[in-house]
């Protein structure tokens, strides 16, 4: 049997594991049976090393090359589903109510666990991978917390890579950019106080639904005039909470606006906010109100090392053919907690096709098993040129 065909074989036992993992999709840090799942295979495996419960439910497994010493580097999958319904109608869609799999982080996980089994049986490398089962990626930020406990110095972790799929992208093929891939995401909520009263005398209330009006216009302009046109910066605000829709004579002491503003540039993220504090301050002085500002940080932007990209590219297009990766994609707005590892050391993340599917967060989304393959060959591509030795 060629290498190829020990790659497919295992592939394709691969999307049985997947569609296991699918079907019992579990949130944050619960990963109990899912760790277990991924733990018990890595152990028939035959990895060196395996170290469980790392931020409750991750995983950290070495595996040594046969080559000699060499360099380690960390590869790591999120595991964890959303809470929301599954509409797929598939024989394997989830069994349970509230959770689903809408993100393909039970493709990820097979998808490493395949390369584990493959790089397990081949060894042809110098030096250790150190592969990275993580939980709470979706809002728990369950990579700072595996950080905290240790794992990049505890096992020597020098470099990091992950991928993660993209509805939209041929399966098969591979997109990524050096710098700035995806974005820093954070939270925040106002309350803005005023003083209520009947709404036929609005001069002896302070209103706070007019300034929170006022403010939430001038919000945008932080975007218009407070930060670079060349440096990508969006503000939304999502959720406007006052008084009662029983009660429509009547002004109320507060009112209450929230949402997201996510940025491109560290330096611009801590820039918005100091804007922001200072608007919302001024703004409500100006209707006779005080705007309190709860200031949620979120993940940072992940943004990929030059060096590191290009040897992932190399990689990709190894596998794919160079037609196939996309070495200076666009960068998206969205936000993932890899950010925090590349942060600590160098690395870079890429995108690999999950063809015509729906889109990620959507309840009628599914992870395309053939994605699994071409991920696969990716991860040992890519140890065999980060540890040739």
């Known amino acids: 049997m060629t290498h190829a065909d020990e790659m497919a074989r295992i592939a394709d036992e691969a999307k049985t594991w997947r569609?296991?993992?699918?079907?019992?999709?579990?949130?944050?840090?619960?990963?109990?049976?899912?760790?277990?799942?991924?733990?018990e295979k890595l152990k028939g495996f035959g990895v060196d090393e395996i170290e469980t419960?790392?931020?409750?439910?991750?995983?950290?497994?070495?595996?040594?090359?046969?080559?000699?010493?060499?360099?380690?580097?960390?590869?790591?999958?999120?595991?964890?589903?959303?809470?929301?319904?599954?509409k797929t109608n598939l024989p394997y869609a989830s069994k349970v109510p509230g959770m689903m799999h809408a993100c393909g982080h039970d493709g990820h996980t097979a998808t490493l666990l395949a390369a584990a089994r493959y790089l397990c049986e081949t060894r042809d490398f110098a030096g250790t991978v150190a592969l990275i089962f993580q939980p709470a990626e979706e809002g728990g930020a369950g990579a700072r917390?595996?950080?905290?406990?240790?794992?990049?110095?505890?096992?020597?972790?020098g470099a990091v890579y992950a991928m993660?799929?993209?509805p939209g992208l041929p399966v098969g093929q591979f997109a990524t950019r050096p710098g700035p891939l995806m974005a820093g995401g954070d939270r925040f909520v106002v309350t803005v106080s005023g003083r209520g009263g009947h709404a036929s005398a609005p001069t002896k209330s302070i209103d706070p639904v007019v300034a929170a009006a006022?403010?939430?216009a001038s919000a945008q302009t932080l975007v218009s005039r407070f930060s670079d046109p060349f440096d990508q910066?969006?503000?939304?605000?999502?959720?406007?909470e006052a008084g009662s829709?029983?009660?429509?004579?009547?002004?109320?002491?507060?009112?209450?606006?929230?949402?997201?503003?996510r940025t491109m540039n560290s330096a611009t993220r801590a820039e918005i906010e100091a804007h922001l504090r200072r608007m919302l301050k001024a703004g409500a002085e100006q209707f006779g109100c005080e705007a309190e500002l709860d200031w949620r940080p979120g993940y940072p932007v992940t943004s990929n090392d030059a060096a590191k990209t290009a040897l992932a590219v190399a990689a990709a297009a190894a596998v794919a053919g160079a037609q196939n990766v996309d070495d200076n994609c666009d960068a998206l707005m969205g936000s993932e907690d890899f950010s925090y590892l590349l942060e600590k050391r160098p690395g870079a993340i890429l995108?690999?096709?999950?063809?015509?599917?729906?889109?990620?967060?959507?309840?009628a989304y599914n992870f395309d098993d053939g994605a699994i393959l071409p991920g696969m060959r990716f991860w040992v591509e890519l140890v065999s040129r980060e540890l040739a030795g």
């Open 164 to 166: 993660h799929n993209q």
């Open 53 to 86: 419960g790392i931020a409750k439910t991750g995983i950290v497994a070495l595996i040594r090359g046969a080559k000699g010493e060499g360099p380690v580097i960390g590869l790591r999958a999120d595991m964890d589903a959303l809470p929301m319904d599954e």
């Open 233 to 240: 910066v969006v503000v939304s605000i999502t959720w406007l």
């Open 145 to 157: 917390t595996m950080i905290e406990e240790g794992i990049l110095e505890r096992f020597g972790i």
């Open 351 to 363: 995108w690999y096709g999950n063809g015509d599917s729906a889109e990620l967060h959507n309840a």
């Open 19 to 39: 569609r296991t993992l699918h079907e019992k999709p579990e949130l944050l840090y619960e990963l109990h049976t899912t760790a277990a799942f991924v733990a």
């Open 245 to 261: 829709g029983g009660a429509l004579n009547v002004i109320p002491d507060t009112a209450i606006f929230g949402g997201t503003i």
């Open 214 to 216: 006022h403010l939430i």
